[in-house]
């Protein structure tokens, strides 16, 4: 999967959205969801929070 991909689900979908959702939506693993949510932060695309879910800390993306 790339960047691309992960792109084009959050500017679809238009919400905040876990690792853990998208990679299931594209059937990746949540590691490599998030190395590139990581990038398209850095690069501008996308914004990044933290959240609890479930008593666990995790990042949540979202389309600028």
């Known amino acids: ?3 691309e991909d992960v ?3 959050l500017k679809k979908k238009k919400k ?3 690792r853990t959702e998208i990679g299931e939506i594209l059937d990746i693993g949540k590691g490599s969801v998030g ?3 990581n ?3 850095k690069a ?3 914004l990044r929070k933290e959240k609890k879910i479930n008593n666990h800390q ?3 993306y979202r389309i600028k």
């Open 1 to 3: 999967m790339t960047q």
């Open 7 to 9: 792109y084009q689900l």
């Open 16 to 18: 905040w959205m876990s």
């Open 35 to 37: 190395i590139n949510g």
């Open 39 to 41: 990038k398209l932060m």
């Open 44 to 46: 501008g695309y996308i």
């Open 58 to 60: 995790t990042y949540v």
